[in-house]
């Protein structure tokens, strides 16, 4: 699914968008280094689920893109290192942040899948409807 | 686009007709509810509330979503499970579903033999034959064990040849057995717990004065408008503490007292408390300084004072040694203070921490302004395991000066560790004062009979057979590296050649006749002592749920019923079944338990603890009134009930708080825990001698602590994510991603003069570990240093130059090694952490590139 582009992207911006179901809200990013996972000529593009892992409260807008963390989250403080794979720098989450798969075509951002189980579900893809492709492929 | 869908994550729903059962967390002190949902595999229920067993539509909301790592399978009998093992929504502690890392990932803690991770969970009995474990039935090792007990004991006539270093942590049925068979059966006073070398109290300075170890209420610190969190860090390790009563429900003002700059600390700072850094093992000044202002300002609640506390030295002489030795009249108290060493602009000189500082922190403790001072006092640790009377004496002198106590909101409290179920029969009493070798002498009393401090006795061969249960001795004691070489020494005599029962006694006694020593370890996975144990028996991991029901309670006395749901290794036995097979081949007629129920109705009727803090007096008297064994009384107290327990119209009551003032239900008799009710002020002297033959102060001691050319402070203490000894999070693969290696936190400038960056493994060597029992020593050991650019440092660096910190007790990576065999020669309690070494980079680590080294102190601005 598409969900941005590398040339709109620019240092220290924050994107949202909803996939794979109808309100998974997620955040992209472009953060200061190469990230595990990270798309772009540099490696440092980013997409992770915006609810935090601990108890779902949202972390989407507290993303410091040259800190490369996200949070600490307001509810209990829960920061995540996203170079990293959303792995949990302190807090009491007990999964990582779930990452957005992403793939580049033609300086389209592409979202492929997630690693992680995002809050509240038993599966990404079930209990929800499915956001439509919004490509053309 | 199309493209491998990689959601592969599932978790299953349990249907509902899943079996439920409730507990405690197996980990800290909080005791947060949790439940735990069992259903074979193949089943499943549905995403709406009524199709499944936890009453839910799915996605879940805040709160009650069952994430991955709550979910685990189990094996039984051929049959697959899944058990769900999630935060109990409902229990007063953590309602609402709060919990820690720990607690929320417990369910991948569970045994299960599809878990490669668990294959070395000890599973048979062994016995160390020609050098190598080997597997034996029960039979043979626990006749093994009482031929070495024998043997040691010279057939009970020397009962201090057997020691016994068992468990605070577990529950009341396996502490209550332990402790019977070492000091009842065998008579021996030679008894240390997991985490200290004798039957000591951790904070002497606070019972001495009076006053409960655990003795508020969650809520207040809801209720605060103060708290005072001295070597305590709540969000570190009591994260449903910091998260729920600190931080969602209350809103006090924090004053952090910590060497490190860490979240708490700017957490304080950002919401109108304060952060002291005070320098490594100078909090004794720092907390008398406070003490000070509050009194030169007269803040101090002098009508408290005049009621409360006990102003004639008489009666407090007459109160007990330790009361003779340590009490202080408020008038010997306010000389000492006047001390110049305490007032604030000589203070900030040893302590580091700015006179302003000190004295704003004594303001808000204080709160002049209030018509009552609703402050509440928690301490831990970094106050325990240092000086430990001096430490826990000063917080319990501000409680008193401040009386700031027994009210809601107010109080004086231990803030960590793990869950209490230590319970005995009461035989420790006379098996110490009658037969423990070790003495105290003081400025004014001597020769006075202490507990032994077992750790001694192991190096110095007292102790000749040596039973280790649940804990790391090898690992977990002070001076460590040195321990071990006498450990290794001691147990590398003559060997068994067969595992004939008579060929093993005739090694043991070869051995223990030439000042060696047998060595018992009764575990669930294999550690540092296991490489010197001759005899290994495997235990059930009861606080997880296998085998049967059991009891303790949490930081607010809240003692409840956990349910057991599993069967864990099927060749391992509950620890209480092993003391009884133990003490019945001894000879006992009263250790033939058929269940840890069974134990625990027994300590309910005839050993309830009747009249102190952690009474449990009103279970059997509410049991009777509903024709209930007390085990199925309790299993119907679902929110648990807070010690003391009475009897009230047929059911247990509970008493939120202790100390509570008068018209309320007193506690052993009196507001206070001494004869006259009034507690007693508590000498805190930086020139207290604690050798009397040469004369050594504290102040001494400091020096010879304190780090020397190229050495640094290397001090320790807990990381969020990891329990104690790791025997669980070693093999937990979310948390071991998290550290995959013990870690050094260092300065920037502290690494870049080694050359060392974060990643970069690190060796910690101190040449000169201090030893009050003769030489000084060494030790190693080696960690992943964690340095922090100044860049990224948004709040600050958690180390100063100077200092480093390490968690202390990861596996092989242990600082221990490097710790003091400084104890206080009243109550043997360790200082664990005041360590120093010199540090020196080895190379790469090869977890450079796995871990992240991103700053753990962020605080919300
Ligand atoms: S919901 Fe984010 S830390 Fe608890």
Not at chain 1, 98 to 111: C, H, K, M, S, T
Not at chain 2, 21 to 34: A, E, H, K, L, P
Not at chain 2, 151 to 161: H, K, R
Not at chain 2, 683 to 707: F, K, N
């Amino acid at each position: 699914m598409l969900v941005g582009s590398v040339g709109d992207l620019g240092d220290g911006t924050v994107e949202t968008f909803e996939y794979p179901l109808e309100g998974t809200r997620n955040f992209l990013t472009r953060i200061e280094g190469a990230a595990w996972g990270g798309v772009g000529s540099d490696g440092d593009i980013v997409a992770y689920n915006g609810l935090c892992t601990h108890m779902g409260c949202s972390v989407e807008g507290l993303v410091t893109p040259e800190q490369e963390m996200a949070g600490p989250c307001s509810c209990h403080y829960t920061t995540f290192d996203l170079s990293k794979g959303g792995m949990v720098v302190s807090g009491a989450a007990t999964t990582d942040l779930p990452q957005v798969r992403l793939e580049i075509e033609d300086g389209d951002i592409y979202a492929t899948g997630i690693d992680g189980l995002v809050y509240g579900y038993r599966n990404n893809l079930r209990d929800g409807t499915p956001i439509e492709a919004a490509t053309e492929e | 686009m199309a493209a491998d869908n990689p959601n592969t994550s599932e978790v299953p729903i349990p249907p509902t007709g899943a079996e439920r059962s409730t507990r405690s967390c197996r980990y800290c002190i909080v005791g947060c509810g949790y439940e735990v949902y069992k259903w074979p595999v193949g089943e499943e229920g549905g995403p709406s509330a009524d199709e499944n067993a936890l009453g839910i539509d799915y996605p879940a909301g805040y709160g009650e979503w069952p994430s991955p790592n709550m979910h685990e399978i189990i094996q039984e009998n051929g049959q697959e499970y899944h058990v769900l093992f999630k935060p109990d929504t409902e229990y007063p502690v953590n309602e609402g579903g709060s919990h820690s890392v720990r607690g929320g990932t417990q369910a991948q803690s569970l045994y299960s033999p599809n878990n490669e991770d668990y294959d070395d969970r000890l599973k048979q009995p062994q016995i160390r034959i020609g050098g190598d474990l080997v597997t034996v039935d029960w039979d043979t090792a626990i006749e093994a064990w009482a031929r070495a007990t024998e043997i040691a004991t010279e057939n009970g006539e020397n009962p201090n040849g057997y020691g016994q270093k068992l468990y605070f942590y577990q529950f009341i049925e396996n502490t209550f057995a332990g402790t019977k068979l070492c000091h009842d059966v065998i008579g021996s006073p030679n008894w240390g717990g997991h985490n200290r070398p004798a039957l000591t109290t951790e904070v002497p300075g606070l019972v001495n004065a009076g006053l409960a170890q655990w003795s508020y209420a969650y809520e207040d610190a809801a209720e605060a408008d103060t708290i005072v969190l001295a070597g305590a860090d709540p969000k570190e390790n009591q994260d449903v503490i910091f998260s729920k009563w600190i931080n969602e429900e209350g809103d006090a003002d924090i004053v952090f007292i910590d060497p490190r700059k860490k979240f708490t600390a700017n957490y304080a700072e950002n919401n109108g408390g304060i952060h002291l850094q005070v320098n490594e093992a100078t909090d004794p000044i720092l907390l008398n300084a406070i003490a000070r202002h509050i009194v030169d300002q007269g803040w101090h609640d002098e009508g408290f004072i005049e009621e409360w506390v006990m102003d004639n030295r008489e009666t407090i002489d007459e109160e007990g040694w330790y009361q003779e030795e340590f009490g202080l009249t408020p008038e010997e108290y306010y000389d000492l203070l006047d001390d110049s060493r305490y007032a604030p602009e000589n203070a900030a000189e040893t302590t580091g921490v700015p006179a302003e500082d000190i004295r704003e922190a004594a303001e808000l403790i204080a709160q002049p302004d209030a018509d009552e001072t609703n402050t509440l006092f928690m301490l831990e640790k970094g106050l325990i395991w240092g000086w430990s009377h001096e430490n826990t004496g000063a917080m319990a002198n501000l409680t008193l000066i401040t009386g700031s106590v027994g009210r809601p909101g107010t109080g004086i409290t231990r803030a960590g560790g793990h869950q209490e179920g230590f319970w005995t029969n009461g035989a420790e009493g006379d098996a110490i004062a009658e037969r423990s070798t070790q003495t105290f002498d003081g400025e004014k009393v001597e020769g006075v009979t202490v507990p032994p401090n077992t750790v001694e006795r192991v190096r110095d061969g007292e102790i000749k057979h040596w039973h280790v249960i649940g804990n790391d001795p090898a690992r977990h004691s002070y001076a460590t590296q040195d321990l071990r070489n006498s450990i290794r020494e001691r147990t590398s005599g003559a060997q068994p050649q067969t595992a004939d029962i008579d060929e093993i006694e005739r090694a043991f006694r070869e051995r223990i006749e030439n000042g060696g020593m047998v060595v018992t370890h009764q575990e669930l996975y294999p550690n540092t002592t296991t490489q010197y144990a001759d005899i290994l028996l495997p235990a059930k991991a009861v606080e997880s749920g296998e085998g049967g029901d059991y009891h303790r309670w949490n930081g607010e006395r809240r003692f409840r019923q956990y349910q057991g749901f599993m069967e864990g290794p099927s060749g391992a036995k509950e620890d209480w079944e092993i003391f009884s097979m133990m003490g019945q081949r001894l000879g006992a007629d009263d250790m033939d338990w058929e269940s840890s129920r069974e134990i625990f109705n027994l300590i309910a009727e005839e050993y309830p603890g009747a009249g102190g803090d952690h009474s449990l007096e009103g279970i059997a008297p509410a049991a009777e009134a509903n024709d209930m064994t007390p085990a199925e009384y309790m299993e119907t107290v679902e929110e648990g009930v807070q010690q003391p327990i009475y009897e009230e119209n047929g059911e247990v009551q509970g008493t939120p708080r202790i100390h509570a003032p008068d018209g309320e239900r007193e506690v052993m008799d009196h507001r206070f825990h001494t004869s006259t009710g009034e507690a007693i002020f508590q000498r805190v002297d930086w020139d207290r001698v604690v050798d009397p033959d040469d004369g050594t102060t504290i102040g001494d001691v400091y020096e010879q602590l304190s780090p020397g050319e190229d050495e640094i402070w290397v001090t320790n203490g807990r990381l969020q994510h990891l329990w104690q000894n790791m025997y669980t999070h070693q093999r937990l693969e979310y948390v071991q991603k998290r550290f995959p290696q013990n870690i050094l936190q260092l300065h920037p400038n502290d690494a870049a003069d080694r050359e060392i960056e974060a990643g970069d493994l690190v060796e910690i060597v101190n040449d000169d570990v201090l030893n009050i029992h003769g030489e000084n020593t060494e030790g190693s050991f080696t960690a992943v240093a964690y340095v922090v650019d100044e860049d990224d440092a948004a709040q600050g660096q958690a180390v100063s130059e100077g200092l480093a910190y390490t968690y202390w007790l990861y596996p092989d990576q242990v600082n221990n090694d490097v710790n003091p065999a400084y104890l206080d020669p009243a109550n043997p309690n360790p200082g664990y952490k005041y360590g120093k070494g010199r540090i020196r980079r080895l190379g790469e680590s090869e977890v450079k590139d796995e871990m992240s080294f991103k700053p753990m102190n962020i605080a919300p601005e």
